[in-house]
T-cell receptor
Framework: RKEVEQDPGPFNVPEGATVAFNCTYSNSASQSFFWYRQDCRKEPKLLMSVYSSGNEDGRFTAQLNRASQYISLLIRDSKLSDSATYLCVVRGNYGGSQGNLIFGKGTKLSVKP | GAVVSQHPSRVICKSGTSVKIECRSLDFQATTMFWYRQFPKQSLMLMATSNEGSKATYEQGVEKDKFLINHASLTLSTLTVTSAHPEDSSFYIC???????????FGEGSWLTVV
């Protein structure tokens, strides 16, 4: 089982749509959770951290379910500029790579006019 | 502005030659730096963890003699791809963190093409 798995995508949605991405992680010792955004041929950029209580940043809402080892990202009122690949990222304080970020393969979102 | 600078952003080299990529933290001292590689349509894969003043820790399957990492100062880590081959062509990204590891910053990435 892969450490971080995401919806395969791609998601093609019209402007204004609401879209949800799901992610599961395999290691229950994982401590921190993030959503990153990666534009084509660019480095990933932090979109938001994910907290157990759920958190919102404008049109973006992230949720974490530790019992199910499940993370989600909801984007409301999609904009053309939201088109990118969204990476589910987990960090665990385990193994030989303390602090290492483990990335999912990403889900590509295309928002159409 | 960028807090982690990576150079060069793009490089083309001949097969068999070596290429050095630099990763610099601009506004902080990076006790830990990470080197990732990303092939097309794949996720970022950690290659090695670089700690200032000590040997890098390589992930399983990454050849330490081929991918030389040097973290000689608190603001600079370098990755040297030795005897590069076309299959080494990839997007290489570094990230850096301060001592607490609470915040990790990414460099802009380096596109390596080996011809």
């Amino acid at each position: 089982r892969k450490e971080v798995e995401q919806d395969p995508g791609p998601f093609n949605v019209p402007e204004g749509a609401t879209v949800a991405f799901n992610c599961t992680y395999s290691n229950s010792a994982s401590q921190s959770f993030f959503w990153y955004r990666q534009d084509c041929r660019k480095e990933p950029k932090l979109l938001m951290s994910v907290y157990s209580s759920g958190n919102e940043d404008g049109r973006f809402t992230a949720q974490l379910n530790r019992a199910s080892q499940y993370i989600s990202l909801l984007i409301r009122d999609s904009k053309l500029s939201d088109s990118a690949t969204y990476l589910c990222v987990v960090r665990g304080n385990y193994g030989g790579s303390q602090g290492n970020l483990i990335f999912g393969k990403g889900t590509k979102l295309s928002v159409k006019p | 502005g960028a807090v982690v600078s990576q150079h060069p952003s793009r490089v083309i080299c001949k097969s068999g030659t070596s290429v050095k990529i630099e990763c610099r933290s601009l506004d902080f001292q990076a006790t830990t730096m990470f080197w990732y590689r990303q092939f097309p349509k794949q996720s970022l894969m950690l290659m090695a963890t670089s700690n200032e003043g000590s040997k890098a820790t390589y992930e399983q399957g990454v050849e330490k003699d081929k991918f030389l990492i040097n973290h000689a100062s608190l603001t600079l880590s370098t990755l040297t791809v030795t005897s590069a081959h076309p299959e080494d062509s990839s997007f290489y990204i570094c990230s850096a963190s301060e001592g607490s590891l609470n915040t990790i910053y990414f460099g802009e990435g380096s596109w390596l093409t080996v011809v």
